[in-house]
């Protein structure tokens, strides 16, 4: 029997995630859209929609969902009306009504099965469980003073080299987490430059964890980036080209030599364990040094703040968390088989 698990793809910001999302919706099973802003917002605040037994809260979420200013719906190529009608018609828990913005893209393009990628779902992947709690992680690693170098450059990337740096640390450490927590067929890892050097046995390998055959076409996402990659977004006009290693090693001559040695004091011990070699660059300044440990400690406090307030909201849930859109969900609700005609409206 063919998976329907849902996939995610994660990792730092920069890290390639866009080139990934692009392998994989080249899949003839798979469909992965371009990175929205509704899936996490809409978690935090699921009190206010109520319970998604009920048709008209299902509708009211659904409707913010495709209506709202910042969701990025309109750049899925749906129709509003129908994903609302669809979500009012589905299955009645807050999971089901997210996940059918997914299903209903997959069906655009003709496919049984969907996929989401935003990197900072890193950081999400347990309330990403508790509404798809079949799904499938792959994390996306890329060498951190790349990722650093290329985020500097990033018109949208407000912060300095300080968070830019715990941003990456946070991604692999949160990895390292997940990887010992979640089962060996639910979170797969991989380096980005392990990717672009031989991308036909890597997506190979990445097949046999989704549970997919491999398609060469996959190592051709340049021809799907004209549908699923927004053209206002121009920092991902290398996705409209052939698949490169040269974009390796480009924090040489990107990053200055402060940066390379607070990289390498702070970063240190996780880059070689994941195979990145170290120049051997002086210790770090103790300022800068106090200044990425400042980065941490702000990131890490603003994130147990969010999370102790949801703590509180799991206490008296509005209603069903987890969707019921697949097999797997079904069967973890002890529900039956579903069929997909039965999933959206005719």
Known sequence: MQSDRPIFVVGCPRSGTTMLQLMLHSHPRVAVPPETRFLVPAYFSRRA??????????????????????????????????????????PGSFGSVIGMVFKCYAERFGKPRWGDKRPSYYRHVEMLMRMFPDAQFIHLIRDGRDCIASLKEMPWYKPDTFHAAA??????????????????????????????????TELAKLCAFIGEDYDPAMCEPRHMAEVAVPRHKVWHSNTHREVTTAHAGKWVSKLEPWEIALCEDVLG???????????????????????????????RTARARKYNRDRLTRLREPGPTAALLTDGQRMLAGLPRQRSAELLPR
């Open 49 to 90: 929609y109520g319970d998604m037994r009920l048709a008209d809260n299902r509708r009211r979420l659904a409707t913010w969902i495709a209506e709202g200013r910042n969701t990025k719906f309109r750049e899925l190529g749906l129709d509003a009306g129908e994903f609302v009608h669809a979500a009012m018609l589905g």
């Open 167 to 200: 941003n990456w640390a946070e991604a692999i450490d949160f990895g390292r987490r997940h990887a010992r927590k979640l089962p060996e067929d639910s979170f797969y890892q991989l380096r980005y430059e392990d990717l672009t050097a031989d991308p036909e």
């Open 269 to 299: 011990e996780r880059l070689s364990s994941l195979g990145y070699e170290l120049t051997g660059a002086p210790r770090a300044d103790r300022e800068h040094v106090a200044a990425f440990k400042s980065a941490v400690s702000k990131r």
